[in-house]
């Protein structure tokens, strides 16, 4: 099968943003493209101290409830912790980072720099470590390397189609952006308050959505994040397969969904006649956690987009459960919530 780039614009938008490098508290990149892509279809746009940027739609009425979404933009990296006489950078992982996949890769720097990860000669049958891998940014000392101790880098790769497969870094989680952005779009009208929140720093530990969720004060909130399936050559046993439909989430290993609102979900994914999955995911957790246990305790539950290699630069998902995930949020969003 050819890889085809149909010029389409839900993945130019899907495209744009995984693109965009942003590990976790360097947002600033991804919140501009954000920002411009939704300005004409919300109300009120802020970016709290965080960095969280919040997006209001709709106004709360008689029969409205204040609902926080929750998408994270934040994506795992790599943060230098020493550059050697020679030029070469060690480095800490901001997030779950399996050296595995790091070498031969490529990392791009907030600054422009581009470097490619190196791994040390190691014993034979010995698994490499963190601590092996280095990044080469063509520097020969540490005089003339272009970046230094805290600089921050995302990893780097297109994102390409394969048929109904989309293949891209940080799908995890900017293709819930991507939902969330499409959602609030198709809303035309809403008797609720809508807040839009493209959360910060989630994969250092739900950190954007806390303090979001306490300034937003819903009376319901759902995260929208990417789960991993069970779908590939012997894989964890997990029925969340790609193309099963959006994933209604029942537990993670941070929270425990809200029954109220796991079967609001049901009830509107069959209302549409959209196909859709259950979701018991063993480990992991989402700003779902973060929504439930601001101030008193809030109902909140998790969309989630099945997801093939998660944390890896190569993340697929399919686009029927990307298109589907829209309709289910933006039919859950538009009308009268009864829990
Ligand atoms: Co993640
Ligand atoms: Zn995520």
Not at 73 to 93: L, Q, S
Request: glycine share 10%; aromatic share 4%.
């Amino acid at each position: 099968m050819k890889n085809e780039t149909p010029k389409d614009a839900l993945f130019a938008l899907i495209k744009s943003l995984v693109e965009t490098p942003g590990p976790s508290g360097q947002e600033h990149l991804i919140r501009e493209v954000i920002k411009a892509e939704i300005k004409d279809y919300c109300d009120e746009i802020v970016t709290d101290a965080l960095g969280n940027l919040i997006a209001r739609k709709g106004k709360k009425t008689a029969d409205g409830k204040r609902v926080m979404i929750s998408a994270h933009v934040d994506e795992i990296g790599v943060m230098i912790t020493h550059v050697d006489e020679n030029g070469f950078a060690r480095f800490i992982t901001i997030g779950g980072v399996n050296p595995l996949t790091c070498i031969g890769g490529r990392v791009l720097f907030m600054n422009g720099v581009s470097g490619v990860i190196g791994v040390e000669r190691l014993e034979p049958n010995t698994m490499p470590k963190h601590e092996n891998l280095f990044i080469d940014t063509g520097a020969t000392s540490v005089a003339d390397s272009p970046v230094k101790v805290g600089d921050v880098a995302g990893f780097y790769r297109p994102a390409v189609q394969m048929g109904s497969r989309l293949v891209a870094k940080s799908m995890d989680d900017r293709i819930a952006a991507v939902v969330a952005i499409e959602a609030m779009k198709a809303i035309k009208t809403t008797p609720n308050e809508l807040y839009f929140v493209f959360s910060v720093q989630e994969e250092v530990g739900l950190r954007g959505a806390t303090t979001a969720a306490y300034g937003v004060d819903p009376d319901l909130g759902l995260a929208v994040d990417v789960t991993p399936t069970g779908d590939t050559p012997k894989s964890t046993r997990r029925s969340v397969a790609l193309g099963k439909g959006p994933a209604i989430k029942v537990r993670d290993s941070s929270f425990i969904a809200d029954t109220r609102i796991i079967n609001w979900m049901v009830k509107e994914a069959e209302a549409q006649k959209l196909p859709y999955q259950m979701e018991v995911l063993e480990a992991g957790g989402t700003d779902g956690r973060a929504i439930q246990m601001t101030r008193a305790g809030v109902p909140a539950g998790c969309l989630s987009i099945a997801c093939r290699y998660v944390h890896s630069p190569s993340e697929m998902v399919d686009r029927a459960d990307v298109e589907n995930s829209i309709k289910l949020l933006a039919g859950l969003l538009s009308k009268k919530i009864v829990l």
